[in-house]
């Protein structure tokens, strides 16, 4: 038998699995009548279970009118987001190099898709300024993650 966090989480996810953009928007206290549970047991799965690191994004408001919308991201997106946020000023031309790899081998990126970013990225280094060229590496990154969706 499951516990109530199990049934709670269980009840948002086929929630969120009838919607076509995978958007949900709930009221926390009709959701704790339906589920016989406690509005605190709605916000602790909220919390803890619908987190960005799982693909979540979670807007909360309280109040009379308060509601919860829940937001499914797909995981590729939090990859790139995450190898976007690590290219800094610092960061050499090597280490850009294994970014684009790791990404290529967990297949978020085709072999050729690999080879023309790398190229991309070779070129900007050679002819930009570290603070020039990083919001570009940024944005070619995440333009990648928006075509993989």
């Given at each position: 038998?499951?516990?109530?966090?199990?049934?709670?989480?269980?009840?948002?996810?086929?929630?969120?699995?009838?919607?076509?953009?995978e958007?949900?928007?709930?009221r926390?206290?009709?959701?704790?009548?339906?589920?016989?549970?406690?509005?605190?047991?709605?916000s602790?799965?909220?919390?803890?279970?619908?987190?960005?690191?799982?693909?979540?994004?979670?807007?909360?408001?309280?109040?009379?009118?308060?509601?919860?919308?829940?937001?499914?991201?797909?995981v590729?997106?939090?990859?790139?987001?995450?190898?976007?946020?690590?290219?800094?000023?610092?960061l050499?031309?090597?280490?850009?190099?294994?970014?684009?790899?790791?990404?290529?081998?967990?297949?978020?990126m085709?072999?050729?898709?690999?080879?023309?970013?790398?190229?991309?990225?070779?070129f900007?280094?050679?002819r930009?300024?570290?603070?020039?060229?990083?919001?570009?590496?940024?944005?070619?990154?995440?333009?990648?993650?928006?075509?993989?969706?």
């Amino acid at each position: 038998m499951s516990n109530l966090a199990d049934t709670i989480e269980q009840w948002i996810l086929r929630q969120i699995s009838h919607q076509q953009d995978e958007i949900v928007i709930l009221r926390r206290n009709e959701m704790a009548e339906t589920l016989d549970c406690a509005p605190s047991q709605i916000s602790y799965v909220l919390s803890t279970r619908f987190t960005l690191e799982r693909g979540f994004i979670v807007e909360s408001r309280r109040g009379s009118g308060g509601f919860v919308r829940i937001a499914r991201i797909p995981v590729q997106t939090i990859v790139f987001q995450d190898a976007a946020q690590q290219i800094d000023e610092d960061l050499s031309l090597e280490e850009v190099k294994a970014i684009v790899v790791r990404l290529k081998n967990h297949n978020l990126m085709t072999n050729r898709e690999a080879a023309l970013i790398y190229k991309c990225f070779a070129f900007l280094y050679e002819r930009l300024e570290p603070r020039e060229r990083v919001p570009l590496l940024r944005s070619l990154l995440m333009t990648l993650a928006d075509q993989n969706e």
